[in-house]
Each structure stands twice: as C-alpha cells, then as structure tokens.
C-alpha cells in the first residue's frame, strides 16, 4: 500500500499548487485571497510528495458558498449564524488515492471540523453523485438552484451529529468495501 500524508498548506507557493491543481482536477475555480483566509488548508501527497488531492475548510467569513446564493433566494432561505458555520470546500482526490486512503481523508476532515469549534457544517455540490450521498444525511438544503459558476448547484448543512453519521457511511463504504474486495480475490494455490 502507498502511504500518503495529509498536511497543512499554509505557504503561498503551496496555496498556488493547490489551486493550480483543484482547477486541473475538478475544473472549478478557487483565489489565492480565498485560501489565505481559509480556516483549513490541507494537501495530500503521494509517497513521491506530488500533491494528489486536499480540501479547504473556511470558518471566516465571508463564505463562499452562501455568497454563491442569488440574492433573491438568500432573502426566503434560513441561513443559520454564520459566526457558527464552517464550511467545507475544494475537496478533491485523484485516482491514486484508493478507497482505504479516502476514509482516512476523511476521518481528517471530520477532525478539523471538530477542531473548528463551530456548530454547523456547510457543504455544496454541483455533482449529482455526491449531493444524492450527502443529502441522505444533511436535513436542511440551504438552496438549489443556478449560481454564477454553474447551471446547478445543492447547498445543505447539519451539525456535528449529521456530519458524524456521514462519516460513518463514508468509512463503511470505503473501509467495509475495501475489505470485501480484498476478501474475495482469488487466492493461489502455493
């Protein structure tokens, strides 16, 4: 198994690679301005230190997100408190992160969400995939609609409970799952 570590971006040269390669991976946007300000910024690197995926999580505000939200709609939505809020952003990983590896992602999300101190738990998507897995467990949708960047987008948010339970379907998709492969391989006779 390669071995990967999971580290704190915090130097300009690092922040720009980041964003660089979010862009190449995902093909969404993300500024300079807005990761120096994030709360969390995080790079995971191959055993080779080639940066292979992160994540940002933003407690400050201005968020992004809720400032993705037309105007209109952000007058009849419920935003919780924003001073409570941390939102979770730019999460990408390349193919040579295997499903193990991605539990372990997020097990070090979970982490620094908690570490944050803050009651809410913001999250996006313009994936259909990933909105239909997180909505199963984010009760409230923020809004879904167009936003400037995209034709469609679903924001949602929970608590510390709701992103707990995720986590949990999360490691037994990826860790449960990996164990299942493994134990059906065909085995050799020695």
């Not at 040579?96 to 809410?120: A, C, H, M, P």
Request: charged content about 20%; hydrophobic content about 40%.
């Amino acid at each position: 198994m390669k071995f990967l570590s999971i580290e704190k971006i915090k130097s300009k040269s690092q922040l720009i690679q980041f964003m660089k390669k979010y862009h190449e991976n995902s093909g969404n946007d993300v500024s300079i301005d807005f990761l120096e300000r994030a709360s969390v910024v995080r790079g995971i690197y191959s055993k080779q230190e080639n940066l292979i995926g992160g994540y940002v999580l933003n407690a400050n505000r201005p968020h992004r997100y809720i400032s993705d939200i037309p105007i209109d709609a952000a007058l009849h939505n419920s935003i919780p408190t924003e001073s409570d809020m941390v939102e979770g952003c730019c999460i990408w990983m390349t193919k040579e992160i295997n499903s193990f590896q991605r539990g372990w992602v997020y097990l070090t999300i979970y982490y620094d969400y908690i570490s944050l101190g803050k009651r809410y738990m913001l999250g996006a998507s313009t994936e259909p995939k990933v909105v239909k897995l997180q909505r199963l467990i984010f009760p409230n949708v923020l809004y879904e609609g167009p936003i400037g960047h995209a034709p469609w987008c679903c924001m949602y948010f929970g608590t510390k409970r709701h992103m707990a339970k995720l986590l949990l379907i999360i490691l037994s998709k990826y860790w449960v799952g990996s164990l299942i492969k493994i134990g059906k391989r065909p085995t050799r006779n020695v």
